[in-house]
Protein backbone atom coordinates (compact mmCIF):
# COMPACT_ATOMS: atom_id res chain seq x y z
CA UNK A 1 0.00 0.00 0.00
CA UNK A 2 2.72 2.46 1.06
CA UNK A 3 4.51 1.80 -2.82
CA UNK A 4 1.55 2.31 -4.40
CA UNK A 5 0.68 5.69 -2.56
CA UNK A 6 4.10 7.23 -2.85
CA UNK A 7 3.85 6.46 -6.71
CA UNK A 8 0.90 8.04 -6.74
CA UNK A 9 2.28 11.17 -5.10
CA UNK A 10 5.03 11.05 -7.38
CA UNK A 11 3.12 11.12 -10.27
CA UNK A 12 1.05 13.57 -9.17
CA UNK A 13 3.97 16.01 -8.13
CA UNK A 14 5.31 15.36 -12.05
CA UNK A 15 1.76 16.22 -13.21
CA UNK A 16 1.52 19.39 -11.67
CA UNK A 17 5.35 20.63 -12.32
CA UNK A 18 4.61 19.95 -16.07
CA UNK A 19 1.51 21.39 -15.73
CA UNK A 20 2.93 24.64 -14.07
CA UNK A 21 6.22 24.42 -16.32
CA UNK A 22 4.06 24.62 -19.66
CA UNK A 23 2.20 27.20 -18.47
CA UNK A 24 5.17 29.14 -17.14
CA UNK A 25 6.37 28.37 -20.37
CA UNK A 26 3.60 29.92 -22.54
CA UNK A 27 3.98 33.05 -20.88
CA UNK A 28 7.41 33.52 -20.96
CA UNK A 29 6.47 33.19 -24.68
CA UNK A 30 3.73 35.16 -24.43
CA UNK A 31 5.34 38.50 -22.98
CA UNK A 32 8.22 37.86 -25.32
CA UNK A 33 6.31 38.38 -28.06
CA UNK A 34 4.51 41.31 -26.03
CA UNK A 35 8.18 42.89 -25.86
CA UNK A 36 8.97 42.16 -29.70
CA UNK A 37 5.72 44.24 -30.92
CA UNK A 38 6.39 46.68 -28.27
CA UNK A 39 9.94 46.93 -29.36
CA UNK A 40 8.96 47.55 -33.17
CA UNK A 41 6.11 50.10 -32.58
CA UNK A 42 8.68 52.04 -30.95
CA UNK A 43 11.05 51.68 -33.76
CA UNK A 44 7.93 52.36 -36.10
CA UNK A 45 7.51 55.26 -34.25
CA UNK A 46 11.23 56.49 -34.37
CA UNK A 47 11.18 56.09 -38.14
CA UNK A 48 8.19 58.24 -38.90
CA UNK A 49 9.25 61.00 -36.36
CA UNK A 50 12.79 60.92 -38.33
CA UNK A 51 11.11 61.44 -41.46
CA UNK A 52 8.16 64.38 -40.00
CA UNK A 53 11.94 65.95 -38.48
CA UNK A 54 13.36 65.49 -42.01
CA UNK A 55 10.35 66.22 -43.92
CA UNK A 56 9.88 69.69 -41.67
CA UNK A 57 13.45 70.43 -42.78
CA UNK A 58 12.83 70.55 -46.06
CA UNK A 59 9.71 72.06 -45.99
CA UNK A 60 11.47 74.91 -43.40
CA UNK A 61 14.34 75.59 -45.85
CA UNK A 62 12.09 75.60 -49.10
CA UNK A 63 10.33 78.18 -47.18
CA UNK A 64 13.47 80.03 -46.39
CA UNK A 65 14.44 80.26 -50.06
CA UNK A 66 11.02 81.09 -51.30
CA UNK A 67 11.19 84.24 -48.67
CA UNK A 68 14.61 84.76 -49.68
CA UNK A 69 13.21 84.96 -53.35
CA UNK A 70 10.06 86.97 -53.01
CA UNK A 71 12.34 89.68 -51.26
CA UNK A 72 14.69 89.90 -53.62
CA UNK A 73 11.74 89.91 -56.62
CA UNK A 74 10.40 93.04 -54.48
CA UNK A 75 13.51 94.89 -54.28
CA UNK A 76 13.36 94.25 -58.08
CA UNK A 77 10.18 95.63 -58.42
CA UNK A 78 10.63 98.78 -55.98
CA UNK A 79 13.92 99.32 -58.34
CA UNK A 80 12.09 99.40 -61.34
CA UNK A 81 11.14 102.79 -62.78
CA UNK A 82 8.02 103.94 -62.12
CA UNK A 83 5.24 102.54 -64.92
CA UNK A 84 7.21 99.65 -65.56
CA UNK A 85 5.70 96.12 -65.98
CA UNK A 86 3.82 95.14 -63.12
CA UNK A 87 3.86 91.57 -62.21
CA UNK A 88 2.21 89.85 -59.85
CA UNK A 89 4.13 87.90 -57.65
CA UNK A 90 2.38 84.77 -56.85
CA UNK A 91 3.38 81.70 -54.44
CA UNK A 92 3.20 79.67 -57.82
CA UNK A 93 5.48 81.69 -59.60
CA UNK A 94 8.40 81.61 -56.55
CA UNK A 95 7.68 78.13 -56.41
CA UNK A 96 8.95 77.73 -59.77
CA UNK A 97 11.70 80.30 -59.70
CA UNK A 98 13.04 78.13 -56.69
CA UNK A 99 12.46 74.71 -58.88
CA UNK A 100 14.55 76.54 -61.52
CA UNK A 101 16.72 78.13 -58.84
CA UNK A 102 17.57 74.39 -57.08
CA UNK A 103 17.70 72.69 -60.60
CA UNK A 104 20.55 74.73 -61.57
CA UNK A 105 22.78 73.65 -57.98
Given at each position: GKMR???KT???VKTKLG???K???TKLVESE???EQAEAKRD???TKRDETIKELNTKSDRLERMLTLVCKHLGDLENEEVGGKEEEVTVAAVADMDESKTAKK
Amino acid sequence: GKMRALRKTMTDVKTKLGSDIKTLTTKLVESEKKREQAEAKRDEAETKRDETIKELNTKSDRLERMLTLVCKHLGDLENEEVGGKEEEVTVAAVADMDESKTAKK
